[in-house]
Every structure is written in C-alpha cells, then in structure tokens.
C-alpha cells in the first residue's frame, strides 16, 4: 500500500503534468470537466496524453475536442426534459425500463462528430479510453455480476483507488485510442462500450469482442506501461472524508472534490445538479489554487 501525502498548492504548481486520468464515476464526472477548465491554464499543465474510463473518458473527449460547453449544455437541457430515470411500462414492450441507454448516445454527439474526430486525429493530445473484457469461457452476464460484486467490494468495503481482484479473476482491461479510430461510428461505439454499466445499459463490442464498462476492471485507470507516474495527475469524482482535496499517492497526483458533488451517477432527471457539479469543480479548484503565496 502506498503512503499517502497531502499536497499544497505550492507543491501542486512545481509539478508538471503530462497525463491525465478521468475516472468514472456517471455524472459525477462533470466536477473534472470544471476541474480541468482551471487546471488547462496553469503553465505545468502540459498533458498530451488522457485516459478516461466510462463517463470520465467522455468528458475527456469532449475536452479534448474543445467541446465541453457543448457537452455540458446538451447535459443538462435534456435532464431538465427528463421526468424519470425509469420507465417501467417499457417492459411490457419488451425494452430496458431504462433512460440513460437512450439519452448517452445523444450526449456523445453533442462533442463528437466527424470535423471533431478529423481535429483530434490531425491534434498532437491522445485520448485512451479504457474497457473491460469479460472473463474468458464465461456467460457475459455472469462476468458482468461477478465484476459489479468485485466493483462493490474494492470500491466501498476496501476503499482502493485501483483495482486489483479483477485481474485475478480474468476480467482484463484494454486501451483504446479514439484517435486511432478509423471511423467516427467506432469511436462513438468505443465511448458507448467503456460506458456499458450492464444491467442499466447494453453490451457493447470493440472489434468485434463483447466489452464491458471499463469501471468494471479499473475505475481510476492506469495503463500498466504507466508511462510517467511522476507527471500523470489523476482527477477522481468521488468524495473521501479521509483524504484531503489534493494529495500523492504512489508518486501520482491526485485531485478529488472538496466535499460530495450535486449530481448522482447515473441520474437523467436533474441538469441543476449536473451545473451544481461542474461549477463546483471550477470553484474548488479556483480556491485551492488561489492559497498560493
């Protein structure tokens, strides 16, 4: 287990960053996305490389193709148009009771379409996206039960940042750039399959192989080549009394909000609280900055 250290601004400002990690985390990922409209200033953010799992790799793609706003404004006109999340008599049709299967695929459009693929590709920032392959000569369902248990355990009993029972199940994770996506449908399909939270949402395939929700493996993803531990800062969406704002882990940068956002993970009904979530992280990190001598 790594020791842990909390981090000041001061210390936050001497460190140079060239990967950024989004965690997932549903909604709660739009406090990064107001996280990283204040770190993108600061001269030591030099990312060239993001990894994003989940809804974190979405708001990671709609930052790097410079459409966050975009992202963020057709969040919350259509939660703000949405009454439930869950539509029962929808079963009787025989569809998922489900929202959020019908609304993510919009949400992807709003920041991705071909001019934005073309941008990203001709770019010089990579954007890995992270799945979970299911366990091998298993259902896929049954992998997906075993790895939401796993999820369950690690995140909320055992309290890591990473994952470490997955792999020893043979649940694997894959990383995927999106700029190396031939086709815009491949890379809309790569965000939908890291985002596969079955049972709320559908399987998805990537290259041809069934996907789950790269959260299953890794909800804080680290590629295992870990490139530069040093220079990667890590942006997590979930609250942790036990830990202040910043601090290092590992020889990573981690950031976490201030106290427990607005919106809920997968909630479709409430674009205040998506708002409250991203000017939460524009505040939090304004302030903490702002302590600097």
Known sequence: MHTIAAISPSDFLSRTFHTAVFAGGGNRCWWQAGAVERLRDQANWQVRRLIGVSAGAGVATAFATGRLQEALQSAVERFNTTPKNIVWADLLKGKRPFVLPRIYPDWIESFLQAADLQRLQQGSLKVDVAITRPIPYLPVTLSTALALALYSTEKFWLKTFHGRVPHWVGLRSEYHDVTGCAHL?????????????VPITPTHKVNGRAALDGGFYDNVPLSRDRVDDAGTLVLLTRHRTDLPLAFDMGGRTYLQPSRPVAATNMD???????????????????AWLHKVN
């Open 268 to 286: 479709c009904t409430s674009g205040s609280n998506v708002q409250s979530t991203y000017a939460q992280g524009l505040e939090d990190i304004g």
């Open 185 to 197: 449908e491949d890379a809309r399909s790569l965000l939908m399959a890291s985002a596969a939270a």
